[in-house]
């Protein structure tokens, strides 16, 4: 596997378009809506200029034929501590054992990019069963769960705002450097 910064460039932009519309990437997600191309684009954009998240694209090999996922990191500013992952897989390469490696090749790029995050936080709900399994097995520790309204920073396409969001029974993990 290797993994690249996301490019403003329409091969990314297409490939991550077709992941973040995949049925089970948006049954996953907090906004469960399909996206519109036009909407995607100008998020895409803003997203791999954005200084306060990394983007990453992960592909089987250097040929970069073969797409296996995305992996983002998300800090408030400059000075965070922490940041928000998210993070996907092609439906031909899920459910082969392989999200293990995926996750600690992208926390690798964040190790040498962010120095000063110490803590990892992800938000997974609770019918994710994978998503659970694999952030618990990778040393994420539960620390709440919400089964009501909460004020997050929701980030909509097109521009990130605080907003209401309804969390389907989600459980947040997070994980600490030792
Ligand atoms: C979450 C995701 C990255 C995990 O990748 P994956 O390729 O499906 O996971 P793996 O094959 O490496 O398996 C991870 C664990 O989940 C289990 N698992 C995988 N698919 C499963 C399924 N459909 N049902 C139950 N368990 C499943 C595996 O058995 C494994 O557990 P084990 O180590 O105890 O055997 C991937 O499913 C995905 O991209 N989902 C859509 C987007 C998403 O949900 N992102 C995360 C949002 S928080």
Redesign the pocket.
Known sequence: MIIRNAKNKNKDCNLIYSLSN?P??RS??FNTKSIEYADHYKWFEKTVMDKNTLFFLVFSDESEEEFI?QIRFKRECENSNECV??????EQ????????E??ELGIIELQKNWKKIDTII????DE????N???E?EGFKLVSRVNTYKLITCSVYGGGYKCKVVFANCTSFERRAA
């Open positions: 995949d089970l990437v996953n997600s996922g992952i998210s993070l996907s897989i092609t390469f899920r459910g082969k054992h392989i999200a293990k995926f996750l992800a938000e997974v709900k994710n069963i994978a998503s399994k694999l952030f097995k």
